[in-house]
């Protein structure tokens, strides 16, 4: 008969090999399924406008009626937002701030944007 003392190792070995072959999901990076786009607000003459909010939408009807909108961000010093986890898709972009606005301009991402890689657009409000 084995001794208590064999017992322990025995089980204290398969512990150990189980244990083993767990793995932690924080320590494996997962693949990034998504993409990023950034944008950039400038006003008629080029220049980078802080301040301005910026919505986007994945559907036409919604950017026409200010519904479902992904979320609203506010350009910083350098007149950038960067939305992130986006599919790649085409989006539709409302930029506002005070009186100026891109309405009479682009409101579309050109192409969907790229998967896995951040797409930057330059928007124009006037």
Known sequence: MLSLNKLFLIFLAGALVILASCSNKDDDPEPRNTTDLEVVVVNELGERQSGATVNIYRLYDD?????????????????????TNLSAINYYIDVVKGTLDNYSGVYKTPAPITYKETTTITIAIK
């Open 63 to 83: 950017y026409l009626h200010n519904n479902n909108s992904l979320g609203a961000k506010i350009t910083n010093s350098e007149g950038k937002v960067v939305f």
